[in-house]
């Protein structure tokens, strides 16, 4: 879970995103954030493990 430019973290979120998707690129979207829906503007995205090499 993860809020783009949360005051607290500055721009730890977003290097850490892009740090874990370098090593699992496919990422999943399962809540994206819509303040009008949810109390939080937080996201929840799956990483899902790289394939295994054969």
Known sequence: MWAGSYKTFE??????????????PA???LVVGD???????ANLKRFK??????
């Open 11 to 24: 721009d730890k979120c977003e290097a850490y995103m892009h740090e874990l998707s370098k090593q699992r």
């Open 27 to 29: 990422i999943e979207d």
């Open 35 to 41: 303040s009008d829906k949810y109390f939080e503007h």
């Open 49 to 54: 493990p790289a394939p295994q090499a054969t």
